[in-house]
Every structure is written in C-alpha cells, then in structure tokens.
C-alpha cells in the first residue's frame, strides 16, 4: 500500500507569491490534516478536511487555506507569502472515523522557503 | 499557551543503556496521547499510544508510561540503539466537534545513542 504523498519536495517562492502543496493520502482514507513544522516549534496544525468539508481548523490566519477533492486528495494553498512562512509543511491521513486506535500517516513533507 | 511541554530539546544515551523522554500536559481533556519518531528529510512514523484510562504500555523495546494525575508521560526504550537517534513526538488527542479529534504536539525531543 503506497503511503501519503507529497509534492513537490522543495519549493523556494519569494515575499508576496502564494504557494499551493499537494497531498494524497493513503488508499481508503478520507481524512488530510496539514501541520506546520518550524525549527523549535514542534508541529502546529493547520486544518483537517474529512469528505471534501474542512472539519477542524488550527489558529492560523486566512492567508492558509485548503481543499479536499472526491478522491481525498488535498491541497493547500498560502497566499501573499512571508518569510515566517518558510517551514516545514507535514500532511497526514488517516480514517478519520475518529476510533481510540486511529493513527495519523504522514507524508515526507514539503520543504518551503520564502526569500 | 503550549499544552502539551517537552522540556529537554535534547537527550544522550549509551547504546544498550535506558533512555527516557518525557512530556508534561496541561488539558484534562486529552484521551489518548501518542509518540512519533521523525528522522530528517522524512515525516514523523507512529511509535506508540496509550489511552488515558490505562497508565502503561508497552510494545518491544518501547514503553509509554501515564501519570494522569501529575499530566505527565514519559517514554522508555530499552535497550537503546543507534538506530533509535531521531526527534521524537509526544503527541495528545482531544476531540474536536463533528467527529474530528485533533492532535496537539510537543515541541520535540532530539535523541542521539551513541555506539
């Protein structure tokens, strides 16, 4: 079984651009959350999209946002970038039923920098 | 306000010896807590769980113990091994509304076994 897949690996965009990172979950899995990893910051969560609907949302500003298309497939977008947004960007799936023993799978991440 | 503390950035340890990570928590809500190990340029990978009605674990080398009352759990491995040197993960799940559980993290334990 493939795991969660992220693109692209890398990514250099500059102040004011915006940005959208791909993700596809595991085969069978409806639930895609996104964290932020910075250094020293641990991961922070984004959002969570379950069946195309953004169910759970983090503390970020409006500038962060996603979809989730019929096939779970996620996208994130940031837009008018700035330079606290180079970091680490983690998504992960899961079932999403929400059961005890529910793990998250992440994916390898995408490498953002913002110059 | 950091809910859930990893208050030692890093650890060292001799291989063959114990290592133990810890985490502190402050939300009485959290059910279930969770540890990842991530290596660099990779996403974080599920290590072990335990629910918060139960207060140990254990799978292998790895043993997740729970001190609901002092919020605190900590993480053995024995014996260590080189192999386990990564950034470890304490992670807590709370729910979140609409069937969704969100996953709060630390900030991250940088663990190095030496041969």
């Known amino acids: 079984k493939a795991g969660v897949t992220q693109t692209p690996r890398y990514l250099i965009k500059t102040r004011g651009q915006q940005v959208t990172l791909s993700c596809s979950p595991i085969?069978?899995?409806?639930?895609v959350s996104w964290y932020q990893q910075t250094p020293g910051q641990g991961l922070q969560f984004l959002f969570e999209?379950?069946?195309?609907?953004?169910?759970n949302k983090g503390n970020f500003p409006g500038r962060f946002s996603g979809r989730q298309f019929s096939n779970s497939r996620s996208e994130m977008n940031v837009s008018t970038l700035e330079l606290g947004d180079s970091a680490l960007y983690l998504c992960a799936s899961s079932g999403g039923t929400g059961q005890s023993n529910e793990k998250l799978f992440f994916g390898s991440g995408t490498q953002l920098s913002v110059l | 306000d950091q809910q859930v503390k990893q208050n030692s950035p890093s650890l060292s340890v001799q291989e063959g010896r114990i290592s133990i990570l810890n985490c502190d928590y402050t939300?009485?809500?959290?059910?279930?807590f969770l540890w990842y190990k991530k290596y660099p340029a990779e996403g974080p990978t599920f290590l072990i769980s335990i629910s918060s009605i139960k207060d140990k674990n254990e799978d292998g080398r790895f043993t997740v113990f729970l001190n609901k009352s002092a919020k605190h759990l900590s993480l053995h491995i024995v014996p260590s091994q080189p192999g386990d040197s990564a950034v470890y993960f304490c992670?807590?799940?709370?729910?979140?509304?609409?069937?969704?559980?969100?996953?709060?993290f630390g900030k991250g334990t940088k663990l190095s076994v030496i041969p």
């Open positions: 085969s069978g899995h409806r639930s």
């Open positions: 939300n009485s809500m959290f059910d279930y």
């Open positions: 992670a807590a799940r709370v729910y979140s509304g609409a069937g969704s559980y969100q996953l709060t």
């Open positions: 999209y379950f069946s195309e609907t953004q169910r």
